[in-house]
């Protein structure tokens, strides 16, 4: 592979690559975050350690801001019991596990047998070098939480034999990423962008004035933001030290630049699910979050009506001495009075609006996500026979249906990678290949669980069918490529 050309100017102005990065910082990446953060739901140590005695504060998980302002701590008035309960997290698992719990099978379709099998092999090294099953679940997790994922294809800097060199693939999430769209097609980049901080091993030392009011401590690692610039003509690189506010402009600093060998931007755009007109796509966290927050609401509302409620009260009349004994089992007053009596009342009651209430929003997040709770294994008495695979699929009728759309926009994204990888591969000479070559075909495994028995017999229907042997094979799992030595 020839040498990169040192580009002496830049495509865009050091004030527009400025803008666009305060833009993103200010505007873009907080929503991600906060879909991330919701997602994720991290909890945060109490403040005074995790000792035995330490009093732990009321919002101590992300999803606790979502909760009404009478959960908050406010003066004069004791802190609420609150309740998280993270129903999203496992509906995305769901998913991805769907999705890709089985192996990914990926066929070459160049009409000549031994370049089908090279491409075939380059593209399992490939992936395999890149994470193999990881990589797709990271794919799912990282599209589904954000509604994109972009992937870059990184050139290849070496000649060396394609086992041992295969391309780079990195998963760009979506807040690390700035598409400069065209103004003309918004399916088109004209540019891309990647800015993310860098935690360097060097110190640095906080100015004196924050160390007086004890800011920070008297040394810290020091950050500094990159951003990386990509064109079909060029690849820049842009450092310059990290503040605490996104906010404010960023004052990038040019540090490098080559050429781009590919001739175009090697990026590939997967939408999670399609949104017409727009690059993002359509997160599967976004619409669940109101439904999480009033559960979380009404599951808090119930523990604290528990607290006050559980607890039965005795109201003794007529008794001497009632309130210096104990109520407890085994415990008996004793009176001359013939009118003494002891009434009970408290105590938690059955509450029917309640628990339909409660009831009726997980159903409410079933519907917007797709994933009900026999899809994690929870299995209730309202799933009737499910001896037949034809009665499992009609329980899992809308998680099915969210799949079979996922796999088209993830399938065309896989493909187009699968195009970029070999292109960058005959640019630099690993493996030599026209477009026509370039052709894959992606053979997505069933989603249920198949004895070996039952898959051998659909593989020889198949054949009856006329199915190439090679595609019977290559569904079956056993692979054509011959192992590493």
């Known amino acids: ?26 505007s873009v990446r907080p929503r991600l975050d906060w879909l991330w953060a919701y997602y994720r739901n991290p909890i945060s140590p109490p403040r005074d350690g995790l000792s035995k005695n330490s009093t732990r504060s009321a919002k101590q998980c992300y999803q606790a801001h979502g909760l009404p302002a009478r959960f908050s701590n406010m003066a004069g008035h004791p802190p609420r019991e609150v309740v998280i309960e993270n129903d999203i997290a496992w509906r995305i698992h769901a998913l991805v596990d769907f999705m890709f719990g089985k192996p990914l099978v990926i066929q070459s379709l160049a009409e000549n047998p031994v370049q089908r099998s090279a491409i075939t092999c380059f593209l399992r090294d490939t992936f395999q070098h890149n994470g193999g099953a990881g990589f797709f679940h990271d794919l799912a997790l990282l599209g589904s939480v954000h509604g994109h994922i972009d992937v870059l294809v990184r050139p290849a800097t070496s ?21 400069v769209l065209s103004p003309n097609d918004y399916r088109q980049l004209d540019a891309y962008l990647i ?6 091993h060097e110190l640095q030392t906080p100015p004196l004035i924050d160390r007086l009011r004890r800011r920070s401590p008297s040394a810290s690692r020091k950050v500094i933001d990159r951003t990386e610039v990509w064109t079909a003509e060029s690849f820049e690189t842009y450092l310059n030290p990290h503040t605490s506010d996104q906010t404010s402009p960023k004052r990038l600093t040019r540090t490098d630049s080559s050429s781009n060998p590919l001739g175009r931007i090697p990026v590939v755009h997967i939408q999670n699910l399609a949104q017409p007109f727009l690059y993002p796509g359509i997160s599967d966290v976004e619409a669940l979050i109101p439904l999480q927050d009033e559960l979380n609401t009404r599951l808090s509302d119930r523990a604290n009506r528990v607290t006050f409620q559980s607890f039965k009260m005795y109201l003794g009349k007529g008794i001497e001495g009632f309130i210096d004994r104990p109520v407890g089992p085994g415990q008996m007053w004793s009176t001359d009075n013939p009118d003494a009596v002891i009434q ?47 009665a499992i699929r009609i329980v899992l009728l809308g998680l099915l249906a969210r799949i079979e759309k996922k796999r088209l926009t993830y399938g065309n994204g896989i493909e187009q990678l699968c195009e970029l990888i070999l292109h960058a591969a005959d640019v630099a000479g690993t493996l030599p290949n026209t477009p026509e070559d370039r052709r894959v075909r992606l ?16 593989a020889l229907s198949k054949k009856q069918l006329g199915v190439p042997v090679e595609q019977l094979m290559a569904e079956l799992g056993y692979d054509e490529c011959p192992p590493h030595e």
């Open 1 to 26: 592979m020839p040498k990169l050309a040192i580009v002496p100017d830049s495509t865009y102005s050091v004030a527009f690559l400025n803008q666009l990065v305060s833009e993103h910082c200010s």
């Open 195 to 200: 800015h993310h901080s860098l935690l360097t």
């Open 344 to 390: 009970e009342f408290g105590g938690d009651a059955a509450t029917p609006s309640e628990d339909q209430h409660i009831r009726e929003i997980r159903e409410a997040m079933d519907k917007a996500s797709g994933v009900s709770p026999i899809a994690a294994g929870v299995v209730g008495g309202k799933t009737g026979n499910l001896s037949s695979e034809n």
């Open 159 to 179: 000649t060396t034999p394609i086992q041992h060199t295969p391309v780079e693939l990195e998963l760009i999430e979506a807040p690390r990423a700035i598409p």
């Open 443 to 458: 053979d997505w495994p069933t989603p249920f669980p198949d004895s070996e028995s039952q898959q051998l017999e659909n």
